[in-house]
């Protein structure tokens, strides 16, 4: 397909933010008589689902200590519950076991729930949790959990699925998602605006604004823009940290056990949420060997051939060679019998799951910013970045909220995630979660 010389709106990026902003703003151009999908094209270096996207795990959870990623979920479990069929989106709900460490931080969540409006309720007490659990699945049987936030909402999505299914309404909207569209600069001109992106297929113009929704590859954008790789950052306290990376990527472990998915049920046969378990009890292997005596936490739910999930991802530095995507992965050696190990703590059905788990790649890795949350915002008069730190799968509805800042509305959930909080010292709050992403 010949590329066009120009386009009112140019989205760099067909994952999860840039479809859905490419499907949003077609709406809302319509709905306000300003224009059409007609107007928008989606530029993606290689196809739809080919980052980040098209491999998350896909949960959807609300779970978050600080209220501002919590409150913007809401919105986007809203944009899942919306259209479950073309999303993929399996409603199934989501809980949260924690150590007493947690306890704390997952009350405060649930309170949070219950005056947002969000189902949810919180089991304190570790008698209690282990009863909640074993009513759901007979043969729990993990140690140390003393709180569990169990989420009636969420769950998760099929990853590439949800992607075509954006995709599907993208086209239905009259939006032009053009793949092998590889951007590989910008043409800043004087007032700071982009007036073109440079691809390897030629020039795109763009008319009015420009959306970069780059997933892992958010550094080179950031270079393109001209933007600092370290930063000042003030904290809450009023001290000031510097110099500190803009930048840092993880490995995100995941994998699979190949079992039959319909064995991970729950006692009255039905769809299990998705488990996420952190404890501090010893965690050994069905062979007696220990595994850790210090915290650790997995994540699991049924997937189409099996059950998979991850555990904590790893730091992999401030530099690292993406492509071709995600094949730079270096899981731990030692994930396979971490995870499994976990999964038979939690459950006896997953006694002996080692010997079952897929010896596949899986996995891949994600950019964090330098406060491990997103920035949304303008990084230029006419440039929107969505770079999400790696939260985003879930977060299908940012797209929705950007398409009418894109119009010149406020958007009050995506206002605490602007770039100036490092300057000002508007940061959000630090969970007790061993994860960069709690
Ligand atoms: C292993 C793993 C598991 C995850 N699990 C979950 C989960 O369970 N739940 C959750 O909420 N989040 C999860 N995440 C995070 C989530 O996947 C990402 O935050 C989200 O998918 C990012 O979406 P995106 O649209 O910004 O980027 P992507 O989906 O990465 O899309 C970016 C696109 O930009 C294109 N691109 C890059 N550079 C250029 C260029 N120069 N020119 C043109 N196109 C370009 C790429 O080809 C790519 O298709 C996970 C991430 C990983 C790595």
Avoid at 51 to 59: L, N, R
Avoid at 264 to 291: M, N, W
Avoid at 375 to 398: A, E, Q, R, W
Avoid at 428 to 438: I, L, M
Wanted: with cysteine.
């Amino acid at each position: 397909m010949a590329i066009p010389a120009s386009s009112s709106y140019v989205v760099v990026g067909a994952g999860i933010h840039g479809l859905s902003t490419g499907f949003h703003l077609a709406k809302e151009l319509e709905a306000r008589g300003l224009g059409s999908g007609a107007d928008i094209i989606v530029l993606d270096k290689s196809s739809p689902g080919s980052g980040a996207s098209g491999i998350a795990c896909g949960v959807v959870r609300n779970n978050y200590y600080q209220p501002a990623m919590s409150e913007l979920m809401q919105a986007c479990v809203e944009v899942w519950e919306s259209d479950p069929v073309a999303y993929a989106f399996n409603s199934v709900g989501y809980v949260a076991l924690g150590a007493q460490v947690q306890e704390a931080d997952l009350i405060a969540v649930a309170e949070r729930q219950e005056r947002i409006g969000y189902r949810s309720e919180i089991i304190v007490g570790e008698a209690e949790v282990d009863a909640h659990m074993k009513g759901l699945f007979p043969d729990w049987r993990a140690q140390g959990v003393t709180v569990c936030l169990h989420e009636r909402q969420g769950g998760f999505a099929f990853n590439m699925a949800s992607v075509m299914g954006l995709v599907g309404k993208c086209e239905a909207e009259g939006v032009r998602i053009l793949s092998g569209v590889e951007v590989t600069g910008l043409d800043l001109v004087a007032d700071d605006t982009v007036r073109a992106v440079l691809t390897n297929r030629g020039r795109i113009e763009v008319g009015e604004q420009l959306v970069i929704a780059p997933g892992p590859w958010a550094k080179q954008f950031w270079g393109m823009l001209g933007l600092p790789m370290t930063i000042d950052i003030r904290t809450p306290s009023g001290d000031v940290v510097r110099d500190r990376p803009m930048w840092t990527y993880w490995n995100l472990q995941e994998g699979e056990i190949s079992v039959d998915p319909l064995s991970f049920a729950t006692a009255d046969g039905g769809p299990p949420p998705v488990i996420h378990l952190d404890t501090d009890a010893p965690l050994y292997t069905d062979e007696g060997k220990l595994v850790t005596d210090e915290l650790w936490g997995i994540y699991f739910k049924r997937d189409r051939h099996g059950v998979q999930g991850g555990a904590s991802p790893l730091v992999v530095g401030d530099d690292i060679e993406l492509d071709p995507y995600p094949a730079t992965t270096n899981v731990d050696p030692g994930y396979p019998d971490m995870w499994c190990a976990a999964l038979s703590h939690a459950m006896s059905r997953f006694e002996g799951c080692r010997a079952v788990y897929k010896n596949a790649r899986s996995g891949g890795v994600g950019a964090f910013t330098a406060d491990n949350f997103p920035v949304f915002d303008y990084m230029k008069p006419n440039v929107y970045t969505i770079l999400d730190s790696n939260h985003g799968y879930k977060m299908i509805g940012v797209g929705r909220e950007v398409a009418k800042v894109l119009l010149g509305d406020h958007s009050s959930l995506l206002y605490p995630f602007r770039f100036e909080r490092f300057e000002t010292g508007d940061l959000h709050p630090v969970s007790n979660s061993p994860y960069p992403w709690s």
